[in-house]
């Protein structure tokens, strides 16, 4: 059903550290971007309005550095998902507001607000 999703890069949260962020991978991508080639695409996770990134932190930062306004990514969990415990959101979902804080920093922008699911786990820990 959303195939047709055209998303910014500066709208997906991500799941995991920057640490983890790999800057060989990331240049292969912006080499791609460059090229006209296709990159495999984004997974997400929706949760209410909040898509989070599953799989291809490396290819969000690659968009964000070649400034592209626009990718198709492709959601492959949504609340519809979930148990009553709310369990694949824990463990997709390990990241901590200084993870989004690093997140804003490395890419050069500033998110207008936070998912409450986040706060809620922040406020769990």
Same mark, same amino acid.
């Given at each position: 059903p959303y #195939?047709?999703?055209? %998303?910014? !890069? #500066? =709208?997906? =949260? !991500?799941t995991m550290s920057i640490d983890r962020i790999n800057k060989e991978k990331v240049d292969g991508y912006l080499d791609k971007i460059y090229k006209? #080639? $296709?990159? #495999?695409?984004?997974?997400? +996770?929706? %949760?209410?309005?909040t898509l =989070? %990134?599953?799989?291809g932190h *490396?290819?969000?930062v690659a968009y964000n550095l070649a400034r592209m306004r626009l990718f198709n990514p $492709? %959601?492959?969990?949504?609340?519809?998902d979930i148990d009553g415990e709310g369990n694949i959101?824990?463990?997709s979902l390990m990241v901590t507001e200084q993870d989004i804080l690093d997140?804003? *920093?490395? *890419?050069? =922008? +500033?998110y207008n607000y936070r998912p409450k699911i986040i706060q809620k786990m922040n406020k769990g820990q």
């Open positions: #195939e047709k999703l055209w %998303i910014s !890069p #500066e =709208f997906v =949260f !991500p006209h #080639e $296709k990159l #495999e695409q984004v997974e997400l +996770i929706r %949760i209410h309005d =989070f %990134i599953k799989d *490396n290819r969000v $492709k %959601i492959v969990l949504s609340e519809d959101v824990k463990k997140w804003e *920093n490395m *890419n050069g =922008f +500033i």
